[in-house]
């Protein structure tokens, strides 16, 4: 299966446009099914029949609302990110039906005192509000890990992107709100994620690695990978990657290093 990465391989402009035309089509297929997918999810949240809000006719005056020519280029620009289910959905129900659901929503926000809504958990970890069994992805701009704050961002064809707040990725993506969603940490899932983490050696000397790679190994972290640097004045820069469960352990696991002498420096390392 072609990938963005062939497109650094191959040499000829005609090669590269079909490989190009192939992720294109390959993406919009994903987020015709994905948006889809999502509108059904957001459809019968509300109670209503998906067969019956999707259908060809029910579908003509908000495709006019978008200026969309098709079902398809319409699934597709919810699958996305263009247009969020919410909206969508909101625009196909007739408008008794929307007067009526507007009504029980604001009865049910004082009823709750306006509580959020409930957020539904994936196996990644990850609560999503209001949409469940869609794909999430941890982006490798920011590498986020349980316990940092996190912001989720309906992506192209790509499910749900997870980024940490502070990432400079997420800031820029706040600018079109609509494709943002609610999303927090599920505190009863456990799973390993990956951070890279440098460390800083003032004076390289015999046996401080193993001092590291003990004072990791005492926190019941794993190291998955390391790059090791000493330069000619025999400092060192070195990188690992770590394997932790939360961002606990991870700091844990940073000040343990920051112990062993020799030691200078620890700080995490966003990209992965």
Request: charged letters at 30%.
């Amino acid at each position: 299966t072609p990938s963005r990465d062939w497109l650094k391989i191959v040499k000829t402009p005609r090669a590269r446009g079909k490989i190009r035309q192939w992720i294109k089509n390959e993406e919009r297929t994903r987020s015709i099914s994905l948006g889809r997918d999502m509108l059904e999810k957001e459809i019968r949240r509300l109670g209503k029949s998906p067969s019956q809000l999707l259908k060809q006719e029910a579908l003509g005056p908000i495709l006019g609302r978008y200026g969309l020519g098709s079902e398809e280029e319409f699934f597709a620009a919810v699958g996305y990110g263009k247009v969020s289910p919410r909206q969508a959905v909101v625009r196909l129900l007739p408008p008794e039906e929307l007067q009526a659901l507007t009504e029980a929503e604001e009865a049910r926000e004082k009823k709750t005192e306006r509580k959020p809504a409930r957020a539904r958990p994936t196996e990644e970890g990850v609560r999503i509000r209001g949409i469940d069994d869609i794909l999430v992805r941890f982006s490798k701009c920011c590498s986020p890990v349980p316990g940092d704050e996190i912001i989720g961002f309906i992506t192209r064809g790509r499910g749900v992107s997870i980024h940490t707040a502070d990432c400079s990725n997420a800031v820029s993506l706040m600018a079109d709100p609509e494709r943002q969603i609610a999303v927090n940490w599920d505190g009863q899932r456990k799973g390993s994620h990956q951070v890279k983490i440098r460390v800083q050696i003032g004076k390289d000397r015999p046996g401080i690695l193993a001092e590291i790679s003990t004072a990791i190994s005492g926190t019941n972290t794993n190291i998955a990978q390391a790059e090791i640097r000493v330069t000619e004045e025999r400092t060192g820069l070195n990188t690992f990657v770590l394997e932790v469960n939360d961002l606990r352990q991870l700091q844990a696991a940073m000040q343990a290093i920051q112990k062993v002498d020799g030691v200078v420096g620890v700080e995490r390392i966003r990209s992965l």
